[in-house]
């Protein structure tokens, strides 16, 4: 029941969005965290831009979950970015894009197969909490709805990036 009470307002309020934090900090878990939760719901075909100033904080991430918040297996698919790998455009602002399919950009977020789930942030000692602008927009107009400057990622870079992911789950939880 506390996961529906938790849930269920994020799932009606937030579809395609990202709410900001209650507050800027103790929003939930750790007091210097500052957690902004969203959902996404895409139909094939579909995909989020999430925009955002670089945060004025010592780390970020975002992560995809399942309808319950549990992760996606981020050890097989890109379904979380943190500050380290995320590519900013020439303007400084990041444009995470959030899809069922590799849309051959930067900064995508696959959704692992689900039309359905949640998106969190994490923004750890934040001055300020920037704010998330997400649109929906379809997948053959993406492109054009991005900067111009923004870097293009051939199937064989990701496939390596997502061997670098299992390289290091492997490690993280070997004995």
């Known amino acids: 029941k506390q996961w529906n009470t938790t849930l269920s307002p994020i799932r009606s309020k937030a579809v395609n969005q990202v709410l900001p ?3 800027e900090h103790a929003s939930g878990g750790q007091d210097e965290l500052a957690y902004c939760h969203g959902a996404f719901k895409l139909q094939p075909g579909e995909a989020l831009i999430v925009e955002m100033e670089a945060p004025d904080a010592h ?3 975002a992560q995809l979950g399942n309808l319950w918040w549990e992760s996606l297996d981020y050890a097989n698919y890109l379904s ?3 500050a380290h ?3 900013p455009s020439a303007d400084g602002r990041y444009r995470l894009v959030i899809a069922q399919t590799d849309p051959g950009v930067v900064n995508w977020l696959d959704t692992a197969g689900h039309e359905d789930g949640t998106i969190l942030f994490r ?3 934040p001055k300020a909490v920037p704010q998330l602008h997400v649109r929906k927009v379809a997948q ?3 492109v ?3 900067p111009q400057d923004t870097q293009h990622v051939k199937p064989e870079q990701r496939a390596a990036a997502i061997a670098i992911r299992r390289r290091h789950v492997a490690a ?3 004995p």
Request: aromatic share 16%; hydrophobic share 60%; no cysteine.
């Open 144 to 146: 054009a709805a991005l």
């Open 80 to 82: 979380s970015i943190t």
């Open 21 to 23: 934090p209650r507050s």
């Open 140 to 142: 053959s107009e993406l």
């Open 172 to 174: 993280r939880l070997a």
């Open 85 to 87: 790998y995320a590519v």
């Open 123 to 125: 923004i750890f000692l």
């Open 59 to 61: 780390f970020w991430s």
